[in-house]
């Protein structure tokens, strides 16, 4: 099973690297706001349930991949 | 309009990253295969039309967000 994960800042921590993008844009002419950087994690799991994948998931996020202090994470199965 | 720009390695190009978060998991007893790691950029764009902002974005994505020798770039709207 293919698993994507995104995960992003929470709303209100400061991303100087999607200011800077914003920055970046804006002086190529690029009209664009609250540009936010993230994360994108994509890879195999081997699980046939997606109750069961998304619960595997769930605890690799928690414990791994996401800082959960300052990050949120989505998972689409 | 939310605009929502994924960027990730082409695919015959090395994934460090990838590989050290998928030996990380498995270390956890996390059962993975091919971890790979993305940018996800999410920005408000000032445009109506879809086919406009996408051509907008294109751009943004060869002209500053995506390095095109190494990255692919995938555009949602």
């Known amino acids: 099973m293919k698993v994507v ?12 690297a999607g ?3 914003q920055d ?9 706001k609250n540009v936010r950087i993230g994360k994108q ?7 046939k349930n ?5 619960k595997e998931v769930t605890k690799m996020c928690e414990e791994l991949l996401a800082n959960t202090v ?3 994470y989505e998972i689409v199965l």
Do not use: G
Request: net charge negative; hydrophobic share 45%.
């Open 19 to 21: 200011k800077a993008t």
């Open 50 to 54: 997606e109750d069961e994948a998304r």
């Open 70 to 72: 300052i990050e949120d």
């Open 41 to 47: 994690i994509v890879f195999d799991l081997d699980k």
């Open 24 to 32: 970046a844009l804006c002086s190529l002419d690029f009209n664009v």
């Open 5 to 16: 994960v995104n995960i992003k800042l929470k709303d209100l921590v400061l991303d100087p």
